[in-house]
């Protein structure tokens, strides 16, 4: 699986979009883009995931850029709730992995 | 509908000592996989089953093994435990198919002294 790489922390204030950028250089075609995040002492949870257009759900939108070497999750209005490490995971789909490689992950802080 | 449940939440073993824990997946989830999260190590694969077979494995000695059954529950068995083992483990379930996206549990904390 390619290697992605995050910033280790970020802040944002309760209210505003809170925007976490991954960078996966290496990615090939048929390496799907997961974000996960896991709040302090849980289970980590799935946010959303894509492979080359932009998506969309309830939790949040993935935005990849057109080359697909990065990419951008944004919580549209950050809650004091949405504070957690949040993992960008780059997963080949299809063949026999279905493993998921975490990293180290960015702490999201939402701060009141 | 109910999410995967993993018991017992807090172990404590002794070195030496082996330990067994279970995983109940979401209903209809016929994939389970196993992960250990460590300060040191941060999140690890163990490996993954599915109907029954393992399809994947990470980089854990023989020491830590698991099955699948045919409810797709899943159960973990560590031997011969060392400090080092202390964690907490993770189990996730999915459909197992192609884009499969994992739920997890919220874990088991082993401590071993």
């Known amino acids: 699986d390619a290697k992605t790489t995050q910033p280790t922390s970020m802040d944002c204030a309760e209210g505003r979009a809170a925007n976490l950028p991954c960078n996966h250089s290496t990615i090939s075609g048929n390496e799907y883009v997961y974000w996960y995040r896991q709040i302090h002492s849980q289970g980590p949870q799935y946010i959303i995931h894509?492979?080359?257009n932009n998506e969309t759900n309830e939790m949040a939108s993935l935005i990849i850029t057109e080359d697909r070497k990065s990419s951008t999750l944004i919580l549209p209005h950050a809650t004091l709730r949405d504070t957690a490490v949040y993992y960008c995971i780059v997963r080949v789909v299809g063949g026999s992995n279905y493993k998921l490689t975490f990293g180290k992950g960015t702490l999201l802080t939402v701060n009141p | 509908k109910a999410g995967v449940t993993q018991t017992p939440r807090y172990l404590i073993k002794t070195r030496g000592q082996q330990v067994t824990l279970s995983c109940s997946p979401i209903?209809?989830?016929?994939?389970v996989s196993w992960y250990q999260q460590t300060p040191g190590q941060g999140l690890q694969f163990l490996f993954e089953?599915?109907?029954?077979?393992?399809?994947n494995k990470g980089n854990f000695p023989g020491r830590f093994s698991g099955r699948q059954f045919s409810n797709s529950r899943s159960e973990m068995n560590v031997s011969t435990l060392e400090l080092g083992d202390s964690a907490l483990y993770l189990c996730?379930?999915?459909?197992?198919?192609?884009?499969?996206?994992?739920?997890f549990g919220p874990g088991t904390r082993l401590t071993v002294t």
């Open positions: 996730a379930s999915s459909w197992g198919d192609r884009e499969g996206e994992q739920y």
């Open positions: 089953y599915f109907s029954e077979t393992q399809r």
């Open positions: 894509g492979l080359k």
């Open positions: 209903s209809g989830h016929r994939s």
